[in-house]
C-alpha cells in the first residue's frame, strides 16, 4: 500500500563516529606541519628580496660615493667599469672576490678605491669604500652601510660628524703600522666621544687597505693579477 501523501520520510541523523586521540593529534600535526612549511617559505622569499635591495642599496651608494672620493676632473676613465678583481685575501679580509675600481688620468693610474666589509661593528658588518691614491695616502673613507647605535656609532656618517674626514691623506709611512690604532689601543687615531668599537673597526679596516696597497703596489698599479695573501697582519 502506498504511503499517504503527509508522510513524513525521517533522515538519519546519527552522529558519526568521533576521531580517535591518535587521529586527531596526525590532523593537527599535518596543519602545523603544512603552516610551517608555508611560513618558512614566505620568510625566506622575504630575506631574499630583503637582501636584494640592501645590496643593491649599497651599490648605489658606492657609485655615488667613488665620485666624492675622487671628483671628475681628477681623472677621465669610468672606474665603475675600470676594475681589478681580488680574490679572497687574509690581510684585505675578504671572503669573496671584489672587484676594485681603478680612477685614471692619462691612462695612469690616480687612485684605486676598495669597497671592503668589517665584520667587527659594535652592531655587525660596516661597508665601506677606501680610496687610496697612487703614492700611498688616503683620498678618503666613506662608510656606505652600517647598524651601529644612533647617536654613538653613526659618528661614522658624514653627515653626523667629521670625524671620518680626519683620516684623509693620512698613510701608512706617516703614521707606521702600530699608529694606526685608535688612541685608546695605543694607536694616533682619535676615537669619538662615547664609542671605541666603531672607530676601531673602521681604522683596522683602513689599515688593512693600506697594508694590502703597500703589499701589491706593483701588481695594482699595472693591472696584475694579484696573488692573494694567507697570513693576517691587519687585526
Not at 102 to 115: N, T
Not at 123 to 131: C, E, F, H, T
Not at 165 to 182: F, I, N, Q, Y
Amino acid at each position: 500500500m502506498h504511503g499517504s501523501p503527509d508522510q513524513t520520510v525521517i533522515e538519519d541523523t546519527t552522529a558519526q563516529p568521533a576521531l580517535s586521540l591518535g587521529q586527531s593529534i596526525l590532523r593537527s600535526s599535518i596543519g602545523l606541519g603544512i603552516f610551517a612549511v608555508v611560513t618558512a617559505g614566505v620568510i625566506a622569499i622575504t630575506q631574499l628580496g630583503t637582501s636584494a635591495t640592501i645590496a643593491d642599496n649599497i651599490q648605489k651608494a658606492q657609485s655615488r660615493t667613488l665620485y666624492e672620493l675622487v671628483p671628475a676632473h681628477l681623472l677621465d676613465n669610468d672606474p665603475l667599469k675600470d676594475t681589478v678583481s681580488l680574490q679572497p685575501d687574509a690581510t684585505l679580509g675578504n671572503k669573496t672576490v671584489v672587484n676594485v675600481h681603478i680612477a685614471r688620468k692619462q691612462g695612469q693610474v690616480v687612485a684605486l678605491l676598495f669597497p671592503v666589509t668589517n665584520p667587527h661593528g659594535y652592531s655587525g658588518n660596516i661597508d665601506m669604500l677606501v680610496a687610496v691614491n697612487a703614492n700611498g695616502e688616503l683620498a678618503g673613507v666613506r662608510v656606505l652601510s652600517h647598524k651601529e647605535t644612533p647617536g654613538l656609532g653613526d659618528k661614522v656618517e658624514t653627515k653626523k660628524s667629521s670625524w671620518i674626514h680626519s683620516l684623509t691623506g693620512l698613510s701608512l709611512e706617516k703614521l707606521g703600522l702600530e699608529g694606526w690604532r685608535v688612541k685608546k689601543d695605543g694607536g694616533q687615531i682619535d676615537q669619538f666621544t662615547g664609542a671605541t668599537i666603531t672607530p676601531r673597526a673602521v681604522v683596522g679596516q683602513t689599515r688593512a687597505v693600506l697594508q694590502y696597497f703597500e703589499q701589491h703596489k706593483a701588481e695594482l698599479l699595472n693591472h696584475r693579477v694579484v696573488a692573494p695573501s694567507h697570513t693576517s697582519t691587519a687585526q
